[in-house]
C-alpha cells in the first residue's frame, strides 16, 4: 500500500503520503513552541508508526507540485484525520517535499474488500458493491473512515459511519446506474453511501449533495478541488463528461 516516490510528483485531494522519519522535529517543534502538546505528540506517534497523511484542498500561495525542474512551492497541505478514541480531530500540517517518500492514489474499493483490518462481514459487502460498479465500468476509489481504518489498523468505523467513494461518471447514463447501485446497496447492508463524483480535470461534488440538487430550481452544487472551493450548475458539470 505504499508505493516508494519517484519522478514527478503530482498529488490530488484525499492523495497519501508517507514522509521520512526526519520529518517528526519539523512538524512538531512549532507546536510544542506554543505549548501545543497534544497535537505535537498525536503527530509524532502518526509518524513513528509510519501512517499516511492525506492530501487536502490547497490554500492561497500554493502554485502547484514538484515537476521535472522541482517544486513550485515547497511545501503541501495535508492532514492526519484521527479516530474516535482520539476525538475525531483532524490535524493539519505542511509537508515539506523533500520529506516525501512514499505517495500513492487512495485504495480502490477492491483493496479496501481485501483489508483484514475491516470489521467481520465487511469484506464481502464491499467486494460485492465493487463487482457491481465493475459491470457499469466504475472502479471507484475510496476516503474516509473505512480506508482509515484499512490503512492505520486504527478503530476509525462505527455504526453510524459512511463509506465514502470517489469516482469518476463518463455520462449521464452511467451517473444514473451508479446512483441506482448505490442506493439498493446502503439499503441492503444498512451501510450509508457517500463520497465525491470527479469531473473534468480534479472538480468534486459530493454525491449527496449531487442527489439533492436534481430537484433544486437552478441545481448548483459546492465543487472543490485542490486549489478552490466554488458553485458550479450541475448542467455545466455534466458538460464536461457529455463534449
Not at 517528526?24 to 512549532?30: F, G, I, K, Q, V
Not at 502538546?37 to 513513528?48: F, H, M, S, V
Not at 449531487?210 to 430550481?217: I, L, P, T
Request: glycine share 8%; hydrophobic share 45%.
Amino acid at each position: 500500500m505504499m508505493p516508494a516516490a519517484s519522478g514527478p510528483l503530482v498529488v490530488a485531494r484525499h492523495d497519501l503520503v508517507w514522509l521520512d522519519a526526519g520529518a517528526r522535529e519539523a512538524l512538531t517543534t512549532p507546536l510544542r513552541a506554543v505549548g501545543n502538546e497534544g497535537d505535537a505528540d498525536a503527530l509524532a506517534t502518526w509518524l513513528i508508526h509510519g501512517r499516511p497523511f492525506v492530501v487536502s484542498r490547497q490554500p492561497d500561495g500554493w502554485r502547484g507540485g514538484v515537476d521535472a525542474v522541482g517544486p513550485s512551492s515547497d511545501w503541501l497541505a495535508a492532514g492526519v484525520p484521527l479516530p474516535p478514541a482520539e476525538g475525531r480531530r483532524r490535524l493539519g500540517a505542511r509537508l515539506s517535499w523533500a520529506d516525501v517518500r512514499a505517495h500513492r492514489a487512495p485504495l480502490s474499493l477492491y483493496e479496501l474488500a481485501e483489508s483484514p483490518l475491516l470489521p467481520p462481514g465487511r469484506s464481502v459487502a464491499l467486494d460485492r458493491l465493487a463487482r457491481a460498479l465493475e459491470t457499469l465500468s466504475v472502479t471507484p476509489r475510496v476516503f474516509g473512515s473505512a480506508a482509515m481504518q484499512a490503512l492505520t489498523g486504527m478503530a476509525y468505523l462505527r455504526p453510524d459511519s459512511d463509506l465514502d467513494l470517489l469516482w469518476r461518471p463518463v455520462d449521464a447514463a452511467q451517473c444514473l446506474a451508479v446512483t441506482e447501485v448505490l442506493l439498493r446497496w446502503q439499503e441492503e447492508e444498512g451501510w450509508p453511501v457517500d463520497g465525491e463524483m470527479l469531473f473534468g480535470e480534479d472538480d468534486a461534488v459530493s454525491w449527496r449533495e449531487w442527489q439533492r440538487a436534481a430537484s433544486g430550481s437552478d441545481g448548483q452544487v459546492l465543487v472543490k478541488s485542490l486549489r478552490s472551493a466554488r458553485l458550479v450548475s450541475r448542467a455545466a458539470l455534466m458538460e464536461q463528461v457529455t463534449a
